[in-house]
């Protein structure tokens, strides 16, 4: 029967009823006349009038009951499906820790259908405890109102176990009291299987690097320390990994304030790429040398994510290595000490060489200065030296034999070692300092011939290494001075060609040097203001490199192989700067005096010829006084008679020696002519003097006598030019600047770039080429057409007259100026010394260069 209809008949019934009885009721309370049969029918129209409402007010309340219990069996439903595919295992427990639900996944943890478990305490079923296991999440999450994370073991029926990691979540009710909770579990074996596993291959993996024979650290992006091996922890007991401290700082005592630039490690990480260097490390126990090499770990992006280190202890091979090399390098400077015993030169240039590799040799404990003495006479002479101050070499430059450490070794012909000051040291000087020595006699023929004289660190004692290194050099120092001894007579033959050919190629390598020394010193004197005190050094640099300037044309003047070029000339400053050279010449027994006018003695003479001219004079005074004497050299200027201004100056040599008869004199300026014995004079010296004088348009004369020595005195023109050339260069201004193109040929690379610089800076457009066939490259297309050659003479192939030669026939109309450092007769193998060639000698400066670049290119064309 239909629900509504078997609703409506039994509220009828019941509605029929109740009125049956209220009327029934009503009747005998208010004693109204009724019968059964109106009351039956007044109950009939009453039932029949109310029980419509009665029916659609209790149908109402119970649709609606039954459509909110349809919603919430839907919405179960939903939930469950929901659950139910949730990959972890859920389930929901009260407070009395019974289970109200578990989703499939946590069933088939136990397996177990779903609705096996509600109603059942969760302790018994999940881990079959008799009780609340005391880590129960859920009731943490119960109790503190937050979720709680654990992990333990789930048991089945037939004890098997497995790791589950269970998160509880507390189930609020309105009043925010716990009305249960919801747990969350899921199963963890697999991975931890895994993660044993990993464990179990890491160990593997640790003993097999803790065993290796090297270091092997894991270094992060930031320099930070992740992992040692056992020998990196042996080599380094300090180092907590945990701690991540910076490698550079935790490997190095005292620790280094940031990576050294040779860091592989650093350099892995800045490209990618493998990197190997030996690191010397500073430790407790002193430097450690390690080979470390470091490769990168990337990750899939291919970004560097760390480093290993690869470090193995080389100390005790490099140790070895090194002791190798050391015998080596010893043994090599005996062989080159044996190689410039056996040379030619002069002795002492060879044994200051010899000297200088010996103190060379790196392990060599001294203090890397020393001296070679040889024997002359009664007393030592200082014949080489390295390192020495002026006031020691002073101090020491003769020696009388017992006197000093050295005079006691050579008149002994013992060794004398000390390793400080003490009573046997009698020779002092100002700015001593403690110090040590090692002296041993030069021996040879059954004589000393000299003194080897080492320094030491004072307090310092020689190893024997050292000491056998040092009489092995003093067995070959006194081999080079017999050799010398020897050949003193054959050399004295050819002494002044060999001389002339040192000279020259002296002056060429020199005057590069100077050339580059001279013109940076005046590009930094540019840089520098004037108070700067870094200035002064410059200029001191610039003052060096005119003093060596001025000793190579000494050089040449004394081999009459200088190049021609007068120019006004102060001869009081050519006289004071070859004094001492000239003093050293003369020899300790004969006096030197130099009087010289206080005013400016300026002449117009080519200086290099003005210093052979003093040189030949001095030593032909020298050879006059075999027993010593005195030589006075004056420079003064000649009153003009009744006008301003000198009429001329005067140059005079006096010396105090044998004299010369009037038939001597009459022969002295004729070339080959000489009074001294054979092989000991050329016959050219005078001769030379004279012929420099007369092409200076001046005049020289003699006054001697048997007896009462001897004067030379010459006369020159005074130069007219002196006061405006030194107004016009006092007054020059900044030097003259141009925009043409000048092709610079130069074979010396410091030389090159300097001239470069300086043109290019005066905006002159450069093409630099190191060679003539390089030069002719870069103008044979034409389209780069020259303004100036500037070409040093000598050239490695073509040579530059060959080179301008070449260019002029293409280009007429170019300028030509050649450079060079070599003496005359090399320039005048090229025919540089032909009057139409412009020629500008080295060494020159920026500012000479340039105005002379201005001179020749202003010039007019030829």
């Excluded at 499939?104 to 059942?120: E, M, V």
């Excluded at 003769?398 to 046997?424: K, Q, S, T, Y």
């Excluded at 040097?513 to 001191?540: C, M, N, Q, W």
């Amino acid at each position: 029967m239909n629900i509504r209809l078997k609703l409506l008949l039994k509220i009828l019934a019941v509605v029929a009823g109740a009125e049956f009885l209220c009327m029934a009721l009503i009747s005998q309370l208010w004693k109204l006349p009724s019968g059964w049969l109106s009351t039956s029918l007044d109950t009939a129209s009453l039932t029949l009038l109310i029980a419509p409402f009665f029916y659609f007010w209790l149908f109402r309340e119970i649709g609606e009951k039954t459509a909110w219990r349809r919603a919430h069996q839907n919405i179960n439903a939903r939930y469950q499906t929901l659950v139910d595919n949730i990959a972890a295992g859920v389930t929901l427990i009260g407070p009395d820790f019974r289970i109200r639900m578990v989703n499939s996944a946590a069933a088939r943890l136990f397996d177990k259908d779903p609705a096996y478990f509600t109603g059942r305490e969760c302790f018994r079923e999940f881990e079959k405890r008799g009780e609340v296991c005391a880590h129960c999440p859920g009731r943490k999450a119960m109790e503190t109102g937050r979720s709680c994370e654990v992990e333990t073991e789930g048991v089945r029926d037939d004890g098997g176990r497995f790791r589950v990691r269970i998160h509880a979540y507390p189930v609020l009710a309105p009043d925010g009291q716990a009305s249960g909770f919801i747990e969350l579990v899921e199963d963890i074996s697999a991975q931890r299987l895994v993660q044993a596993s990993l464990r179990e291959s890491e160990e593997r993996y640790r003993s097999v690097v803790d065993n290796v024979g090297i270091g092997i650290a894991l270094i992060d992006p930031q320099m930070r320390i992740l992992s040692l091996n056992r020998q990196m922890r042996t080599w380094f007991p300090g180092i907590d990994p945990g701690q991540k401290p910076v490698c550079y700082r935790a490997y190095n005592t005292p620790p280094r304030e940031e990576a050294c630039s040779y860091c592989p490690t650093q350099k892995t990480f800045q490209d990618g790429q493998v990197h190997e260097a030996v690191t010397d490390t500073p430790t407790p126990d002193g430097i450690r040398h390690y080979r470390v090499v470091s490769s990168p770990i990337k990750d899939a992006d291919g970004r560097v994510t760390a480093a290993i280190e690869m470090a193995e202890d080389i100390t005790a091979s490099l140790r070895q290595t090194r002791e190798i090399e050391e015998t080596a390098r010893g043994q090599k400077a005996i062989d080159e000490l044996l190689r410039l015993s056996l040379s030619p030169g002069a002795l002492p240039q060879k044994l200051e060489k010899m000297l200088a590799h010996l103190l060379a040799v790196p392990w060599f404990t001294v203090e890397g200065r020393g001296c070679v003495f040889v024997l002359e006479g009664p007393a030592l002479v200082m014949t080489a030296q390295l390192g020495l101050s002026e006031p020691v070499r002073r101090a020491c430059g003769r020696l009388p034999l017992g006197r000093c450490l050295c005079g006691r070794a050579a008149r002994d012909a013992e060794e004398v070692l000390a390793a400080d000051l003490d009573e046997r040291h009698e020779v002092t000087y100002a700015g001593m300092h403690r110090h040590g020595h090692i002296c041993l006699p030069l021996k040879g023929e059954g004589q000393v011939l000299g003194v080897l004289n080492l320094y030491l660190k004072a307090g310092e004692k020689p190893d024997r290494r050292a000491l056998d290194l040092a009489r092995a050099a003093a067995d070959i120092l006194d081999g080079a001075i017999l050799l010398a001894k020897s050949e003193e007579r054959f050399l004295q033959s050819q002494k002044m060609e060999a001389v002339g050919q040192l000279a020259g190629g002296v002056a060429h390598d020199f005057n590069n040097i100077l050339t580059a020394i001279k013109g940076y010193s005046e590009f930094l004197l540019g840089d520098f203001t004037a108070g700067d005190p870094r200035r002064e050094d410059v200029a001191e640099i610039r003052r060096a490199a005119d003093r060596a300037a001025s000793l190579t044309r000494q050089l040449l003047a004394f081999s009459r192989r200088q190049v021609l070029a007068p120019r006004s000339v102060d001869l009081k400053e050519v006289v004071s700067a070859m004094a001492p050279m000239l003093r050293r010449l003369l020899g300790e027994d004969v006096r030197f005096e130099a009087r010289l006018d206080p005013r400016p003695v300026l002449a117009f003479v080519d200086q290099g010829q003005m210093e052979q001219v003093l040189m030949n004079l001095v030593v032909n005074a020298r050879d006059a006084m075999p027993q010593g004497g005195a030589v006075t050299v004056s420079a003064a200027n000649v009153p003009r008679p009744g006008g301003p201004g000198p009429a001329g100056v005067l140059l005079a040599v006096a010396d105090t020696g044998l004299g010369m008869s009037p038939e001597v004199l009459a022969h002295l300026f004729e070339p080959f002519f000489t009074t001294k014995e054979k092989g000991k004079g050329t016959g050219l010296g005078l001769a030379t003097v004279y012929g420099i004088v007369k092409q200076s348009g001046g005049e020289i004369e003699v006054d001697s006598a048997p007896g009462r020595g001897s004067v030379f005195r010459i006369q020159l023109p005074a130069s007219q030019e002196a006061a405006a050339a030194q107004g016009a260069a006092a007054a020059a201004g900044p030097p003259p600047a141009g925009t043409e193109t000048v092709l610079l040929v130069e074979d010396e690379e410091a030389v090159r770039a300097l001239s470069a610089r300086t043109l290019a800076r005066a905006g002159y457009r450069v093409l630099s080429a190191g060679d003539a066939r390089s030069a002719l490259e870069l103008v044979q297309d034409g389209s780069v057409k020259a303004d100036l050659l500037l070409t040093d003479v000598v050239l490695p192939g073509l040579s530059g007259p060959d080179l301008a030669a070449r260019l002029l026939q293409a280009r007429p109309r170019l300028k030509v100026l050649f450079i060079s450092g070599y003496e005359d007769g090399i320039l005048a193998k090229h025919g540089m010394l032909a009057p139409d060639v412009v020629l500008f000698l080295k060494p020159f400066t920026p500012d000479s260069l340039l105005r002379k670049v201005r001179e020749v290119l202003d010039a007019p064309a030829s």
